[in-house]
């Protein structure tokens, strides 16, 4: 009775100190998702070179050997005629595409009119598209670059495009470049994860596509995908990259949930919702009292007993006063299985859509239970 007091005032002082919020179960969409083996393996380290695509001088270094850098971060500054003469015809090629467009405007009317012939119009038509040609490339060439002007400059940064140290500067200060590389960086090793993908699916693989270890919420991403199968299994070989933080062991084999295009709709609850409990995933619903209500209902109705039926009922009494003590514990247990998750939502099976559950803390109520278990009541 004491063991059963003692749970009762657990439930009662945890449901003060924690909130045990009751959400309803819906149906979502979810990207299909294939189960694919995987092994942790380490990406060596790489040299890297960083090429000005516009020939120049190096006028300044903002880094130096050793220094450790983030991707895009400045590297150097260079003067360069070749910039100056692009900015130059840039900007007089958007002058004249301003007034080639007016003219080609007034040009139509009078086309329209019957005052200019079809071939002339076309000239002009042809005229005006590629001088706006000539103006795209060039822009586009200054925004690979990072580059946005108004005005001709002779003066650009170079930038890195990936982190590491740098192990080399190439070209000195003054030195003309001339589609040379300027600096050498080394890319520190990583972990990555080695996919074994089966054939039929190698047309579903995207740059970027998502990929979760299966039993955590690690998101992976797909970097790439090697050219030549697996000579033992026949499988493409897909490698995904994560966050080197999450503690996967290197030579450790995962079993990964690849997400795919096609689309189901499937009963979801929030992740926070699971516990893992006797090697099961378990979520928690509020319990419900029909049967208390029931049996007092058909003690009502029958007001003339025997003495057999009244130690039936004594029996019956006796064994309702055990079970209440054994109901202490007010959520139902509920085994689930996990079909499929995105990042915020779980599909599962074992529960009915518009059903409510326990969408948070089901930590606290798994050690609630184990009390009850330990006290004798989890039988």
């Known amino acids: 009775m004491n ?20 959400e309803i179960t819906k149906s979502k969409e979810f990207s299909k998702r294939i189960l694919v083996q995987a092994k942790v393996v380490e990406a060596k380290s790489q040299e890297k070179f960083i090429t000005p695509f516009i020939n120049g001088q190096v006028k300044e270094y903002y880094v130096k050997e050793g220094d450790k850098i ?13 910039l100056l003469e692009l900015t130059s015809k840039l900007i007089s090629l958007r002058k004249e ?13 009078l086309h329209k009119k019957g005052l200019l012939s079809s071939e002339e119009i076309n000239n002009l038509k042809i005229k005006k598209l590629d001088i706006l040609s000539q103006i795209e490339f060039l822009s586009n060439k200054l ?21 590491g140290v740098i192990s080399n500067i190439l070209v000195a200060l003054n030195q003309n470049i001339s589609g040379s590389s300027l600096v050498e960086i080394q890319t520190p090793s990583n972990y990555q994860v080695k996919a074994f993908i089966p054939q039929r699916f190698i047309d579903k693989l995207r740059i970027g596509q998502k990929a979760y270890i299966e039993d955590s919420n690690l998101s992976l991403s797909l970097a790439s995908v090697l050219p030549k ?69 058909n003690h009502d109705g029958h007001e003339d007993h025997s003495d057999e039926d009244k130690h039936l009922e004594k029996n019956h009494d006796d064994e309702h006063e055990e079970d209440e003590h054994k109901e202490e514990f007010p959520y139902e247990v509920n085994v689930i299985e996990i079909i499929t998750q995105n990042d915020e939502y779980i599909a599962v ?21 184990l009390k009850s278990s330990l006290d004798g009541h989890g039988h």
């Open 3 to 22: 063991k059963t007091i003692s749970l009762f005032l657990l439930c009662i002082s945890l449901s003060l100190a924690v909130e045990f919020p009751v």
């Open 70 to 82: 983030d991707q895009n971060q400045k590297i150097a500054k260079i003067s360069s005629l070749e």
């Open 97 to 109: 595409y301003t007034v080639v467009k007016e003219n080609f405007s007034l040009n139509l009317k």
């Open 143 to 163: 925004k690979f670059l990072n580059i946005k002007t108004n005005k001709p400059i002779s003066e650009y940064f170079v930038y890195s495009n990936t982190s």
């Open 229 to 297: 199968l697996d000579e033992h299994t026949k499988y493409a070989i897909a490698i995904f990259t994560f966050d080197n933080k999450s503690k996967l062991s290197l030579g450790s084999y995962q079993t990964l949930h690849l997400v795919i295009n096609d689309k189901s709709k499937y009963v979801a609850i929030k992740k926070s919702a699971l516990a893992f409990i006797k090697n099961k995933w378990v979520v928690f619903t509020p319990k419900k009292n029909d049967e208390h209500n029931t049996d007092e209902e």
């Open 349 to 369: 099976k074992g529960l009915k859509e518009h059903s409510e559950y326990i969408s948070k803390n089901s930590h606290y109520l798994k050690s609630m239970l």
